[in-house]
């Protein structure tokens, strides 16, 4: 059975203790960790995300009317977080990473938040992709949304690239492949770790969340930080009940191991 705490003052302690024992530590990510910096969980209810819904990914391809309203979407969902920035918690796996403690950020998250709080970006695992740049779907050339913006809303058409691509934003829609570079990458550091911290994910969307399962069939620990109870809980180590912020801040100042 998992040890579960509650107090902010305990998890602190056995985190340490963990962390310290640890030789190579994988982080895993969910929405959990960028509520905290304002941007909503799409599982809640009565948000911009259930207001503005992901089109899936064959409804996009289908027409051009789908693809306008999925920019649309897009910019709309974008202007509710304009202000988003990283938070502690963030700050606290950068610090981590920084000090070699962490040695890979797998993330279900495409709001660039972690890069933003200092994480190079060849230690961040995008599953899910990122939000925040466009690519062509034919030439795979990088559109930054600035540009993309400009032309949808000066011409009311679905963007395109010179080679007449389709452009898209660099996210996993709904029935799209998942990526293979990135899949390849998180199976590597998740047989590498000994110990897999899972932070804010409810650890139900696959095939993301069997990276942890993973983790703890090659007999890593596996630490579940989750103000809600978890898909995988019954497999954890450790679970810590909290604020993901309160729970690691600690950990962004450099000294906390020492």
Known sequence: MPIILTSVEDAHKELSKRIADAEHIAAFTGAGISTESGIPDFRSKDTAWTRNPP??????????????????????MDDTMKDAAPNIGHY????????????????????????????????IIELHGNGT??????????HELSAVRRKFEASNRAPACLCGGIIKTATIAFGQSMPEQQMRRAHAATL???LMLAIGS?????????????????????????????????IADLIIRAGIGEVLEPFAKRDRLN
């Open 55 to 76: 089109i899936p990914f064959n409804e996009f391809m289908a027409s051009e009317k789908t693809r306008m309203e999925s920019w649309r979407r897009k910019f709309t």
């Open 92 to 123: 606290a796996i950068a610090r981590l990473v920084a000090d070699n403690r962490i040695h890979a950020v797998i993330t279900q998250n495409i709001d660039g938040l972690h890069e933003a709080s200092g994480v190079p970006a060849a230690k």
């Open 133 to 142: 740049y466009a690519k062509c779907l034919g030439c795979d050339v990088r």
């Open 192 to 194: 590498q770790c000994d």
């Open 202 to 234: 409810s650890l139900v969307v696959y095939p993301a969340a069997g990276f942890p399962v993973l983790a703890k069939e090659n007999d890593a620990d596996l630490i579940i930080i989750n103000r809600e109870e978890t898909a995988l809980d019954s």
